[in-house]
């Protein structure tokens, strides 16, 4: 049987994990080169949020703690965002690393909603696994065709791996981002992101964290970011010009998630309005 096909079935085997240690990243590093604009940056304010970070950390680590805390709150008033699945499977052509979210919400609320997104996690989920597995195959058989051995192919480091990250959490809605990696080509790394509002039961938009004038808002921000990012002398701008294909507007496609300060953070795929270099290119947007 299929390697990745067996990686499959272990996924949809799994009913709760076994164990998630280091999987939860506590993430306050990022890197910042001038006033909003940012990549990643490490803010030191976000220290103040730790407490519930480490919260939400212990329950998706240790089911020991998760049981402990099993009278207390619902993270976040009506729900908590927690691994439901995770496994990790060496095979003989890669690594399949997994972590799913899921909500779950406190008892008597209603549950549409939330299992809708955790169906669709599921569903998005199964879909990756499966590009990795033709993927890498593929890959492999052009590999061998084209004069490699298959001792060097054994060398290799194959990896798929699906993560997530909470961005931002108060009482009633929750910002996530889902990563999925293969290691053999960008093109099959993507990231998914959510923006909930559990009491409204709906998918958050730019529009329902800025207002009506939402567009221009965020596109004069955006400009203004991209004209003072700072350069040394005789550097020309990483960002592309409009005959390249650089920033024109935001759209209701334009990928978003909810910053710790509650704003909305714009981002852009890695090639997409800048050099490669720049990796994927992020936005503060201020109300």
Not at 87 to 112: C, K, L, R, Y
Not at 236 to 248: E, I, Y
């Amino acid at each position: 049987m299929n390697k990745w096909k067996r990686a499959g079935e272990a996924y949809n085997s799994i009913d709760i994990p076994e164990t998630l240690a280091d999987r939860v990243r506590l993430e306050i590093e990022r890197h910042e080169r001038a006033g909003k604009f940012r990549r990643h940056y490490k803010n030191i304010l976000e220290v103040c949020a730790l407490s519930l970070v480490l919260l939400a950390a212990g329950l998706n680590l240790s089911p020991a703690f998760a049981d402990a805390a099993g009278e207390l709150p619902i993270v976040g008033g009506l729900f908590r965002v927690m691994t439901v699945r995770s496994w990790h499977e060496s095979e003989e052509d890669a690594t399949v690393q997994v972590d799913i979210p899921g909500i779950e919400q406190t008892p008597g609320a209603t549950h549409d909603f939330s299992d809708q997104m955790n169906q669709e996690i599921e569903m998005r989920v199964q879909e990756k696994i499966e590009e990795g597995n033709q993927a890498i195959q593929e890959y492999k058989e052009a590999f061998l065709q084209t004069g490699g051995s298959q001792e060097e192919w054994d060398e290799r480091e194959n990896t798929v791996s699906v993560s997530y990250e909470i961005k931002y959490q108060n009482e009633t809605r929750v910002s996530f981002v889902i990563e999925t990696y293969v290691s053999i080509a960008s093109a099959f790394q993507e990231t998914f992101f959510y923006n909930l509002d559990l009491m409204e039961n709906k998918t958050l938009t730019l529009r329902d964290l800025l207002g009506d004038n939402w567009i221009d808002l965020c596109n004069a921000d955006i400009q203004r970011q991209i004209e003072a990012y700072p350069l040394e002398s005789g550097e020309s701008t990483p960002f592309f010009d409009a005959s390249l294909g650089g920033f024109d507007t935001v759209d209701e496609q334009t990928s978003f998630y909810i910053g710790q300060d509650g704003n909305p953070v714009v981002v852009f795929p890695r090639g997409s309005i800048a050099i490669g270099a720049m990796g994927v290119v992020e936005f503060i947007i201020e109300p």
